[in-house]
């Protein structure tokens, strides 16, 4: 075990002790996919380099006996990390499907001497195998749907509740859901799905949900704009302009009364509800800030908290600063500690929003201690935060 002691400045002539914190060099190995060659490099990065793969910071791994290994200097604790082939971010593990790995999490302690993964492909290679359709219950695709203010098409799927045929009379809540590939088929997942054709159809059985319907949204390949509802800077520096008012437009003006038109559906917002993760969540919650005429309730799954304006400042807080109030729409959302290395960025966000809501209990926050910024782990906080939204 080794000790790391940090310099620190003091306000005061006493004597300042400086914090230390434990560490553990690991020896971190990989069984690496059959297809890497002796010209690919491989780095493992994480919360521990501040996810880097260039400077004195970076960790790359080393060729011995058909393995790849380095020795880690790993903080006990919390520890989130990935590997990348190449220094390309679509080239991290993968199964055998062409699913991407959520980033490995470990708990490190003083008995943690090493680790090791057997990596079956990278996300860039072609699926060693076809995955099968996890699709359950009713469900209804629809192949490039007319996207106007987007101008391009996507695919939609659409849940019908089990009782929907049956009960001809009765009309249901909607909600919709964004990232719509990843919500209901490992298929077409990017990651793992959400399973939220699973837990709808076991809430219902269980009777801790009443039936709605789903409208998953499929992104497209301007997410990063589609996706963002304020001018912001990219990861390189970049100045982009956010294009989600249009997909926000898009689901008000030409999928929702779509839906409404076609299917047995309770219109006003108290019965519609939107969802989101990453950007997505970010979206959701500029759902409840500029669209509560229509959404009613929002679910912000690990919602975007560190895309940054021109000015440094991560754009959803400075949207809620120019805010004044919020109008009468709950909001659930949640982040895993791991994300950000603590709950600093949640705690803020949580306080300007109880301050510009009209009431008590329209709040959900849910903090992960162990929660990733993946699909796994949003799929297993759907559950309560669908059921507190709707009841």
Same mark, same amino acid.
């Given at each position: @075990?080794?000790?790391?002691?940090?310099?620190?400045?003091?306000?005061?002539?006493?004597?300042?002790?400086?914090?230390?914190?434990?560490?553990?060099?690991?020896?971190?190995?990989?069984?690496?996919?059959?297809?890497?060659?002796?010209?690919? &490099?491989? /780095?493992?990065?994480?919360?521990?380099?501040?996810?880097? =793969?260039?400077?004195?910071?970076?960790?790359?791994?080393?060729? +011995?006996?058909?393995?790849? #290994?380095?020795?880690?200097?790993?903080?006990?604790?919390?520890?989130?990390? &990935?590997? $990348?082939?190449?220094?390309?971010? =679509?080239?991290?593990?993968?199964?055998?499907?062409?699913?991407?790995?959520?980033?490995?999490?470990?708990?490190?302690?003083?008995?943690? +001497?090493?680790? #090791?993964?057997?990596?079956?492909?990278?996300?860039?290679?072609?699926?060693?195998?076809?995955?099968? !359709?996890? /699709?359950?219950?009713?469900?209804?695709?629809?192949?490039?749907?007319?996207?106007?203010?987007?101008?391009?098409?996507?695919?939609?799927?659409?849940?019908?509740?089990?009782?929907?045929?049956?009960?001809?009379?009765?009309?249901?809540? $909607?909600?919709?859901?964004?990232?719509?590939?990843?919500?209901? *088929?490992?298929? &077409?997942?990017?990651?793992?799905?959400?399973?939220?054709?699973?837990?709808?159809?076991?809430?219902? +059985?269980?009777?801790?949900?009443?039936?709605?319907?789903? $409208?998953?949204?499929? %992104?497209?390949?301007?997410?990063?704009?589609?996706?963002?509802?304020?001018?912001?800077?990219?990861?390189?520096?970049?100045?982009?302009?956010?294009?989600?008012?249009?997909? @926000?437009?898009?689901?008000?003006?030409?999928?929702?009364?779509?839906?409404?038109?076609?299917?047995?559906?309770? +219109?006003?917002?108290?019965?519609?509800?939107?969802?989101?993760?990453?950007?997505?969540? =970010? @979206?959701?919650?500029?759902?409840?800030?500029?669209?509560?005429?229509?959404?009613?309730?929002?679910?912000?799954?690990?919602? !975007?908290?560190?895309?940054? %304006?021109?000015?440094?400042?991560?754009?959803?807080?400075?949207?809620?600063?120019?805010?004044? #109030?919020?109008?009468?729409?709950?909001?659930?959302?949640? @982040?895993?500690? $791991?994300?950000?290395?603590?709950?600093?960025?949640?705690?803020?966000?949580?306080?300007?929003?109880?301050?510009?809501?009209?009431?008590?209990? =329209?709040?959900?926050?849910?903090? *992960?201690?162990?929660?990733? /910024?993946?699909?796994?782990?949003?799929?297993?906080?759907?559950?309560?935060?669908?059921?507190?939204?709707?009841?």
């Amino acid at each position: @075990m080794r000790i790391i002691s940090f310099k620190v400045f003091c306000a005061s002539a006493f004597l300042c002790l400086a914090p230390q914190v434990f560490a553990e060099l690991v020896n971190v190995s990989i069984v690496p996919p059959k297809n890497l060659s002796a010209k690919d &490099t491989v /780095h493992i990065l994480g919360t521990f380099n501040g996810w880097a =793969m260039e400077g004195d910071a970076a960790v790359k791994l080393n060729a +011995k006996d058909g393995m790849l #290994s380095a020795t880690v200097d790993l903080p006990h604790g919390d520890v989130l990390f &990935t590997f $990348v082939k190449n220094g390309n971010w =679509m080239s991290v593990p993968a199964t055998k499907t062409g699913n991407k790995w959520c980033d490995i999490y470990e708990k490190i302690t003083e008995n943690t +001497k090493s680790l #090791s993964y057997t990596i079956p492909a990278w996300k860039d290679d072609a699926p060693l195998e076809q995955a099968s !359709s996890t /699709h359950t219950g009713n469900i209804i695709s629809i192949s490039d749907f007319d996207m106007p203010q987007l101008k391009r098409t996507g695919n939609i799927s659409i849940y019908l509740p089990p009782s929907y045929d049956a009960k001809q009379n009765t009309k249901f809540p $909607v909600l919709y859901v964004l990232d719509g590939q990843n919500i209901f *088929d490992a298929r &077409t997942a990017f990651s793992d799905e959400w399973r939220i054709d699973e837990s709808v159809e076991m809430l219902i +059985k269980e009777h801790h949900l009443q039936e709605l319907i789903v $409208v998953a949204i499929a %992104n497209g390949p301007r997410r990063w704009n589609e996706y963002t509802p304020w001018d912001f800077v990219d990861w390189g520096g970049k100045p982009q302009q956010g294009e989600g008012k249009f997909t @926000m437009q898009f689901i008000k003006e030409t999928l929702k009364p779509y839906i409404d038109n076609n299917y047995r559906t309770l +219109k006003n917002a108290k019965s519609t509800g939107l969802a989101g993760s990453s950007l997505g969540g =970010m @979206m959701a919650l500029f759902a409840a800030m500029e669209y509560s005429e229509t959404f009613g309730f929002v679910a912000a799954f690990s919602p !975007s908290l560190s895309l940054t %304006n021109g000015k440094g400042e991560p754009i959803i807080i400075a949207a809620l600063k120019a805010t004044k #109030s919020l109008k009468d729409v709950k909001i659930y959302f949640d @982040m895993g500690k $791991v994300e950000f290395d603590g709950y600093k960025e949640v705690d803020e966000l949580e306080t300007m929003l109880l301050a510009r809501l009209p009431k008590e209990g =329209m709040l959900k926050v849910v903090r *992960d201690d162990t929660g990733r /910024h993946c699909e796994v782990d949003w799929a297993k906080r759907f559950p309560g935060a669908i059921t507190w939204l709707m009841n």
